[in-house]
């Protein structure tokens, strides 16, 4: 069974800096692509960036410059580094990771900007 569990939000002043971490287990592959997605309340769940097996990326327009997303492949693992945070990047921002027609998804993690 896979699961997935992002680590590393919490609360931050605009402008500031995190680091969410996404760990997965119960895999015996290599993920084709895992990515990082949010959802703030009353709106859609939404793209943030993801990341192919080997390595291209694709961001969200607003994200693009401050958040960059990395994969450590041999672990199944991802990771996105967010600066220049905004009030607006406030959201649950959840991991996902997909192997062919299959995906899974993490519980998420609360990423709160103030201003």
């Known amino acids: 069974q896979v699961q997935l569990v992002e680590s590393g939000g919490g609360l931050v002043q605009a402008g500031g800096s995190l680091r969410l971490s996404c760990a997965a287990s119960?895999?015996?592959?290599?993920?084709?692509?895992m990515g990082w997605y949010r959802q703030a309340p009353g709106k859609q769940r939404e793209l943030v960036a993801a990341?192919?097996?080997?390595?291209?990326?694709n961001y969200a327009d607003s994200v693009k410059g401050r958040f960059t997303i990395a994969r450590a492949n041999a672990k199944n693992t991802a990771y996105l580094q967010m600066n220049s945070l905004k009030p607006e990047d406030t959201a649950v921002y959840y991991c996902n990771a997909k192997w062919y027609g299959s995906s899974w998804w993490g519980q998420g993690t609360q990423v709160t900007v103030s201003s």
């Open positions: 990341i192919s097996s080997g390595g291209s990326t």
């Open positions: 119960g895999a015996s592959f290599s993920f084709n692509a």
